[in-house]
């Protein structure tokens, strides 16, 4: 007997229209189509969504928490990438 | 960097309560806690569908049927919730049914406990949901981010269970005699392996002091128990029924109910095997496993042949 384990699947779903798809969970599925419907039945029983993604686990790529530092640290120190960094007088309407 | 300074920024870590994502340094043993923990959890919601599912094709109304029919889908679901928790650090979902099937990775006790009249279906989820919830509830705070995420979804759909399962109890209540009587039946039998399901007392668990400094727990097993009494109580009352515990009574001074000792031989028979279905469980488990290997190997043929035609038609 075939003893290969089903892959295992990332899900996505849009709870409803005008939102994102958000990661909702994984699980395990013969192939997309079989993922879909495990998906719908295990993570909408409630009516939480309205569109479903699933990606197989292994192609996504992740970054690496070691890496962390080199990644986002450089995003810190520039400030001046928000607006509360300038200085306005407070009499100053919409803006 | 060394293994020291490792374990120096993770302790640094859940000291400042920051969650621990699968793929961080963590020590082995956190690992391996959590892989216990997790699946043992995951075990119990899979093996507890079969006491409730004994009563699916009996319940008493098409609403009670469609009430249970959802519940029981629901603990499919969290096992699976779970399972996916467990598989974030390194072990297989073949693997994790294989440790249940051969008896390595327990489940909760009281599931070995067998569903004898309906009234036990309403003690299961007044009861065993109730504990569960107060543990899983605390658990929504665990210091391991997928194990705490599917806590939360999992206490979303959990209190539907509870309030189902003291529907049925209310109902029986206020019925005729007989009725009652098998409500005060199911309580008398489910309401000392409820106490148990918060494990051996602090004293005597030897897990408890590593899973506070890791905040994997957040409260101790006897600190849960107490809660769980001082809310159940109060309910009975409600529903006109009484615990069978004749040492269960107010304290004043405490602020909580004082309530007699829990017969922990028992406890251990039954973990260790030997309650009255063990059997039953894991041979039902093993049979749906053996059964269902077709099943799996069919999707995995259909699905490589999809994917062949597939490539053939954009060749």
């Given amino acids: 007997m075939n003893k290969k384990e ?80 300038y200085e306005l007088p407070d009499e100053l309407k919409h803006m | 960097m ?29 690992r391996k806690t959590h892989i216990r923990q997790i699946s043992q959890h995951a075990h119990s919601e899979i093996v507890g569908m079969l006491p409730e599912g004994n009563w699916i094709t009996r319940a008493p109304s098409l609403r009670r049927k469609v009430a249970l029919l959802a519940k029981v889908q629901d603990e499919a679901g969290h096992g699976l919730y779970l399972y996916s928790a467990a598989e974030t650090l390194g072990i297989t979902r073949d693997e994790m049914t294989e440790q249940l099937l051969s008896g390595k990775a327990k489940y909760s006790s009281i599931f070995n406990y067998p569903t004898l009249t309906w009234a036990d279906i309403g003690a299961i989820g007044w009861l065993v949901d109730g504990a569960a919830i107060i543990n899983q509830v605390m658990l929504t705070r665990t210091s391991f981010g997928p194990y705490a995420r599917a806590m939360v979804r999992i206490c979303k759909e959990e209190s539907f269970h509870q309030r189902q399962g003291y529907e049925i109890m209310l109902t029986l209540c206020n019925g005729t005699p007989e009725q009652k009587a098998m409500a005060q039946d199911a309580l008398n039998r489910w309401w000392w392996p409820s106490l148990m399901m918060f494990g051996p007392r602090d004293a005597e668990s030897p897990h408890t002091e590593q899973s506070m400094k890791w905040k994997i727990k957040r409260k101790t097993n006897d600190d849960l128990r107490q809660q769980f009494v001082d809310i159940t109580k109060p309910q009975a009352d409600i529903l ?7 040492n269960l009574k107010w304290n004043e001074a405490s602020g909580h109910y004082d309530f007699g000792a829990i017969d922990w031989d028992e406890f251990w028979q039954v973990v260790n095997g030997n309650g009255q279905c063990n059997k039953d469980r894991i041979s039902a488990k093993q049979k749906a496993w053996d059964e269902g290997a077709w099943v799996r190997a069919a999707a995995v043929a259909h699905a490589e042949k999809k994917a062949n035609k597939k490539q053939k038609l954009s060749a």
């Fill in chain 2, 2 to 30: 060394d293994i020291k300074s490792l374990e120096d920024r993770f302790e640094a870590k859940i000291a400042a309560g920051e969650s621990i994502e699968p793929k961080d340094w963590m020590p082995e043993k956190y």
């Fill in chain 2, 240 to 246: 006109g029924i009484s615990i069978p515990d004749e």
């Fill in chain 1, 6 to 85: 089903w892959p295992l699947w990332e899900v996505f779903v849009r709870s409803k229209n005008g939102l994102e798809h958000r990661h909702f969970g994984s699980l395990h599925a013969a192939d997309a189509d079989m993922a879909i419907e495990n998906a719908r039945d295990v993570y909408t029983r409630r009516s939480e969504g309205v569109s479903i993604w699933v990606v197989q686990s292994s192609d996504i790529t992740a970054s690496n928490p070691e890496e962390s530092g080199e990644l986002f640290e450089p995003a810190k120190d520039k400030v001046y990438r928000h607006p509360t960094f």
